[in-house]
């Protein structure tokens, strides 16, 4: 079974991959947090895996996979092996320690962790990477695939290959919490004059927290996963006053229908 959250498709394609090679089942955590009604309970399958893949936001996994982690029960768990890979536009700070701390609430052990830098989708403060570097990050991730797969096939234990970057601790303990209470709002989200009102934006909000009539109208609630500003197919979702000069991204390894 492998928990993934995604927003432009990088997550869902590692997810994809390692599902594909071990015949683990895959679940979407914001598909279940939208429908579960509370409960997010799962039986497993004998010697069944579990894994969590999501996509690092200022240094740690987004709120809604620990808060997903904090509500999960898993029954006739009989030490299952336990993974995680972090996709990355560089480095992920202590992110897997914070991972593993979640997992310890819910009494789940962490056998394994890996970070795979794939190309960068922040744009509020970044730029896309160049077609280039975009090119050459996919296909380094490819083979990081190979090798991350045959440790989680083989069930090995104890394996950490993370790139955490420089002052980890600091990037994950003090950045994040202040990003995940004052940077994630929608108040800087829009639709410019060439959206279509396809609706679009609304199906792939990871919140479910658009409604589109004529144009999008973003609620409260948000990861800042940016689906709705890369998925757009006119390029008209905005994000304050630099994002239209700025390039989109997704991952062109999964289908939209992927998500839907
Ligand atoms: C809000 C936000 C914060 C991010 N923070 C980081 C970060 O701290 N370190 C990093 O290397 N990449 C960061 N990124 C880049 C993403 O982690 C990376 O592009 C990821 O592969 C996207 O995965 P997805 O396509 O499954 O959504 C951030 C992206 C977003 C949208």
């Not at 740690?60 to 336990?82: C, E, G, R, T, W």
């Not at 996709?87 to 890996?114: E, Q, W």
Request: hydrophobic share 35%.
């Amino acid at each position: 079974m492998i928990f993934y959250f995604s927003g432009t498709g990088n997550s869902l394609q590692v997810a994809k991959n390692i599902s594909e090679f071990t015949g683990e089942r895959l679940v979407s955590v914001s598909n279940e947090m939208a429908n579960s009604q509370g409960s997010l309970e799962y039986t497993l399958a004998d010697s069944e895996r579990i894994g969590f893949v999501f996509p690092i936001y200022a240094w740690a996994p987004p709120k809604m996979v620990l808060d997903f982690i904090k509500q999960l029960k898993l029954h006739s768990y009989s030490d299952n092996y336990v993974f995680s890979i972090a996709t990355c536009g560089d480095n992920i700070g202590n992110a897997m320690k914070l991972l593993a701390k979640t997992l310890r609430k819910v009494k789940l052990p962490l056998h394994s962790g890996f970070s795979v830098r794939m190309p960068n989708n922040y744009i509020i403060m970044f730029d896309v990477d160049s077609k280039e570097v975009e090119r050459q990050k996919l296909e380094a991730a490819q083979r990081t695939l190979e090798d991350i797969r045959k440790i989680i096939s083989e069930r090995k234990r104890d394996v950490f290959q993370v790139v955490k970057g420089s002052f980890p601790g600091i990037l994950t303990g003090l950045v994040n919490p202040p990003f995940n209470k004052l940077g994630i709002n929608t108040k800087k989200f829009y639709a410019d004059d060439k959206c279509t009102g396809c609706g679009m934006c609304e199906r792939v909000c990871n919140c479910r927290n658009i409604s589109v009539q004529g144009k999008p109208r973003w609620g409260d609630r948000c990861s800042q996963c940016l689906a709705c500003l890369h998925y757009c197919p006119v390029k008209a979702v905005q994000y304050g006053k630099k994002s239209s000069r700025k390039g989109r991204y997704t991952n062109p390894n999964v289908n939209i229908q992927d998500f839907i």
